[in-house]
């Protein structure tokens, strides 16, 4: 296990620890259900599709882009032409500190903002999708608040975002997103759910995360995916780093960056999920 820079004695520092612990544990046997995890839908798109655009991949609260290196490739292959960059946004290894340092978060979500305006007004039909994972997701929500008025991306995804389930989507963020924004959810998530709770999130709330519960918003616009037990079969058992399994992102994952999927379709396929489990 890495190690991490805080005081021995620190109980939160401990607690933390623990919690890194039980997460990297092999998760009790969920698999009651009987969904099977279903073949990867998305064709391997050729050079000569039209696909050009942007994805912009912040990871988690250890800054750290190993952890995101197989999505990574996996999203290349689906989108050819597209440039996919992972960019740390806190201090590497410091997961505490970066969680919890909320005004160097606000000012790093305005710096990429600023990026992201400057490179679609170069290309104002490109395609840009911008993904959070656990810290990162939080830090994306920021990201997308901090847009001039008139930028938006096309796709804003979350995969188990340490914010707050009350984060004003709605004003803040579905404005300055073209086409949807989809956030993957766990109760069984303990760095969201107690992580946050005990240390807070993002957005300086001291509250179980929209990545455990996802959050308090009805919009079309909005597709949320709530972990089921029957998940296990894709290879996602609810905990924290099960997002990062390849045979979940193949189910569940890369469906989100397919240009040829809608927030219907995507709703109309997770729904179903719910009514056969």
Known sequence: MNRIAFTPNSR???????????????????????????????PR???????RGRMLVLPGVYNTRFQLRGFVE????????????????GTRMLPLRNLRAYERNLETADGIAGEIADWRRRHPDGRFYLVGYS????????????????????????????????????????????????NYASERDLQVGWGTRTFGTIDRRQSVSAGAI???????????????????????????VAYLDRRWQRAALLPAIDPAETAESLADRWAARHEEN
């Not at 520092?13 to 039980?22: D, F, G, K, P």
């Not at 996996?74 to 946004?89: C, S, T």
């Not at 830090?139 to 188990?160: G, H, M």
């Open 45 to 51: 798109a050729e050079p000569s599709d039209p696909v």
């Open 74 to 89: 996996r999203a290349q292959v689906r989108l050819p032409g597209f440039e996919i960059e992972v960019r740390p946004w």
């Open 214 to 240: 996802g959050f308090a918003v009805d919009d079309p616009k909005l597709v949320q995916w709530h972990w089921l037990a029957a998940d296990a079969a894709c290879g996602h058992r609810g905990n924290h």
């Open 135 to 182: 810290g990162g997701g939080g830090v994306a929500a920021l990201v997308v608040s901090a847009l001039p008025d008139d930028v938006a991306i096309d796709r804003l995804i979350l995969v188990a975002p340490a914010i707050s389930p009350d984060y004003p989507l709605e004003r803040e963020v579905l404005g300055h997103v073209r086409e949807f924004v989809v």
């Open 12 to 42: 939160r520092t401990r607690l933390l620890v623990t919690l890194i612990a039980v997460a990297a544990l092999p998760a009790a046997d969920v698999s009651g259900g009987h969904l099977e995890c279903p073949a990867e839908r998305l």
